[in-house]
Nanobody
Framework: HVEVEESGGGLVQPGGSLRLSCTAS????????MDWWRQIPGKERDLVAR???????SYSDSVKGRFTISRGNSENEVNLQMNNLLPSDTGVYYC??????????WGQGVQVTVSS
């Protein structure tokens, strides 16, 4: 059984910051990468940021320069620091753990709302 748990969502004003955290636990092959995805109402889920087991990071153009993905204390933990948030960042943020073998594991998602 594998669990992926996110935390840190909430309501913030435009220009504010939030930090999301994610932990994957259970029995699975070692992690290849940890991702943050975002789903805006009425749209498909899009990749926001990724960090590989080697420490390489990548970001969508819409968040580059504002969001920073980093590992926690282990390769199964990841954080997403979100600065200068915009109303267009509003959505449900999902953490995804991609193992070297087997299926991807998704969390339940956390709501991020950017509004004045």
């Amino acid at each position: 059984h594998v669990e992926v748990e996110e935390s840190g969502g909430g309501l913030v004003q435009p220009g504010g910051s939030l930090r999301l955290s994610c932990t994957a636990s259970g029995s699975f092959y070692s992690i290849l990468s940890m991702d943050w995805w975002r789903q805006i109402p009425g749209k498909e889920r899009d990749l926001v940021a990724r960090i590989t087991v080697y420490g390489a990071t990548s970001y969508s153009d819409s968040v580059k320069g504002r969001f920073t993905i980093s590992r926690g204390n282990s390769e199964n933990e990841v954080n997403l620091q979100m600065n200068n948030l915009l109303p267009s960042d509003t959505g449900v943020y999902y953490c995804c753990a991609i193992p070297r073998s087997g299926p991807d594991y998704w969390g339940q998602g956390v709501q991020v709302t950017v509004s004045s």
